[in-house]
């Protein structure tokens, strides 16, 4: 009898602490996502565009087709699901940043416990969710949807090497290379380290038809998801267009400077305190795989992937030159597994037996604790979610997402089957106003040279001319190095500079002519410029 109580006990304990650590872990995913919130802020330039295309998407059109982009079409998608799970709106997009978020953490966390304990979870766990909030920058981005895809497979490698029988767990370590792909090219750094991870410890324990094998595996489960898609954008027309944009346009725009240095001092500035202990845990990681090697033991996979992954997603991060802070979210969950082997290193030199035994074995009673101080901390940011939810919920007279002002301006004083060109790529204006733009080329002129981009051109220069749009916003404030100005009176001294030569002005002029030639000044919004297609003698 007072064995079975026991064991009733102790079950409950762990349901309840189960329960607990959920709720925690959803409430720092939330302080997170304050900043993606659709009542807070508008969406940003890359997520604003994810936003119209999927909305498009949702009208029936085909991305790279009917609207280009470089990203490969996993965001396109995605951003379709949100908007039909939110009804059109910006909060099914948040609602599944929360899902892949919280997803991520769940897993990290799990994955750290067994290979440590609560302790090093939670810490690591902590740390880089602070991270990920400084590297948002208002979100809805590839890199950050890839995260969920690479805990799962570093999850599952860990689990691989306990099970090597298993051919599972190779076939979603496939799966999750197909996924992240999908998002981004670049993405795939976690399953680029595994892999390299299996064939070092293959070939030490001179075991290489077998990493051929779990190669054959992955590349089995990764045809299937990707020839999938192949045939969806085949059977639509599309296949080519797709391959173009997100594959080989793709070269020239990470193909133009490969900068290391630049990458890693501007992630260590980005992340801040989370870069500098994941690097004390990167070199712990170095030093016991050195000692381990020097001693004549087996290889640790897991502190070799530490070793590895960290530089080939610095690597993979500064392919372009470009120092988006986006970029950075894929170190994370490497760095993750950093920081929680540094805590499980040190906690014992910095804390008493009973505190470690407290949060190693009775976290029912320290995540309370943890809640208290989150709920006490973040209530502001928290509080913005219970105005936001009791509008959605209650109150939906005033709206229940940011418009931004020119958004307005756009839906009181055009039809909504005109057309509005956004000059300077900011098609979230477009989602933002329920205004189509009249071309597919929305990103023009922020297009990388490349074999790719004549065709580009003149795909723009033809829709714009044959769709005249109603409105034309120009918005240059954003890119003001790369977006010549509209305005005549403006545009001779950025054209002058050096960095337009390599572009084709000449077809920047023919736009320039097309414009001078239609459309008037109309207004300012917002610092938004408005002009407005002439109708006389039409």
Not at 167 to 186: E, H, P, T, V
Request: hydrophobic share 50%; net charge neutral; proline share 4%.
């Amino acid at each position: 009898m007072g064995k079975g109580l026991d064991m009733f006990t102790k079950k409950n304990t762990v349901f309840l602490q189960n329960g607990l650590l959920i709720v925690l872990l959803a409430l720092l995913v939330l302080i997170v996502l304050v900043q993606t919130n659709p009542l807070v802020d508008y969406p940003d330039r890359d997520g604003g565009s994810f936003n119209y295309i999927g909305s498009l998407i949702l009208k029936g059109k085909i991305p790279y087709v009917d609207v280009w982009d470089q990203k490969p079409p996993g965001i396109f998608y995605l951003n379709a699901l949100g908007l039909w799970l939110g009804h059109g709106t910006r909060w099914g997009v948040w609602f599944l940043e929360f899902v892949f978020g919280f997803g991520s953490a769940l897993t990290g966390y799990i994955l750290m416990r067994k290979l440590w304990n609560n302790g090093a979870a939670l810490f690591g766990t902590a740390i880089w969710l602070i991270g990920f909030n400084k590297l948002m920058d208002g979100g809805n981005f590839t890199e950050e949807y890839s995260l969920l895809f690479n805990f799962v497979a570093i999850y599952v490698f860990w689990m691989s090497l306990r099970s090597q029988q298993k051919k599972i767990y190779d076939f979603i370590l496939g799966l999750s290379l197909a996924l992240s792909f999908l998002f981004r090219a670049n993405n795939i750094g976690v399953q680029i380290s595994i892999a390299l991870t299996l064939l070092i410890v293959s070939l030490s324990r001179r075991e290489l038809i077998r990493f051929l094998g779990k190669m054959l595996t992955w590349g089995l489960a990764a045809i299937l998801v990707l020839g999938c898609v192949a045939i969806y954008f085949a059977v639509n027309h599309a296949l080519g267009a797709m391959l173009e944009a997100s594959i080989f346009y793709n070269f020239s725009y990470s193909g133009e400077q490969l900068d290391i240095v630049r990458g890693l001092k501007y992630g260590f500035y980005k992340l801040g305190p989370t870069t500098w202990i994941a690097l004390a845990g990167y070199l712990l990681a170095l030093g016991m795989l050195v000692r381990y090697k020097a001693k004549g033991q087996n290889i640790d996979a897991i502190l070799l992937l530490i070793v590895i992954g960290w530089p080939v997603e610095l690597v993979l991060s500064s392919l372009s030159g470009r120092s988006y802070p986006h970029y950075y979210l894929s170190w994370l969950p490497v760095m993750s597994l950093t920081i929680g082997l540094l805590y499980n290193f040190v906690s014992p030199y910095l804390f008493p037996p009973e505190l470690l035994k407290l949060i190693n074995e009775r976290l029912v009673w320290v995540i309370p604790v943890l809640i208290g101080l989150v709920l006490i901390h973040f209530q502001a940011d928290l509080h913005t979610y219970v105005n936001s939810f009791h509008k959605v919920l209650f109150d939906r007279s005033a709206g229940i997402q940011m418009i931004h002002p020119i958004a307005d301006y756009i839906r009181a004083n055009t039809d909504p089957d005109d057309t509005v060109l956004i000059w300077g790529g900011q098609s979230g204006i477009n989602f933002m106003a329920q205004r189509d733009s009249p071309v597919a080329q929305i990103w023009y002129p922020l297009y990388v040279d490349s074999p790719v981009t004549p065709k580009l051109v003149d795909g723009f220069l033809h829709d714009v001319s044959e769709n005249k749009p109603e409105l034309i916003i120009a918005d240059e404030f954003h890119s003001p190095s790369e977006i010549p100005p509209i305005d005549a009176s403006h545009r001779d001294i950025q054209l002058s500079n050096d960095q337009w030569i390599s572009r084709n002005t000449a077809k920047l002029d023919q736009f320039f002519s097309f414009f001078d030639a239609n459309y008037t000044f109309e207004t300012v919004v917002d610092k938004l410029v408005v002009y407005r297609l002439n109708r006389v003698g039409q």
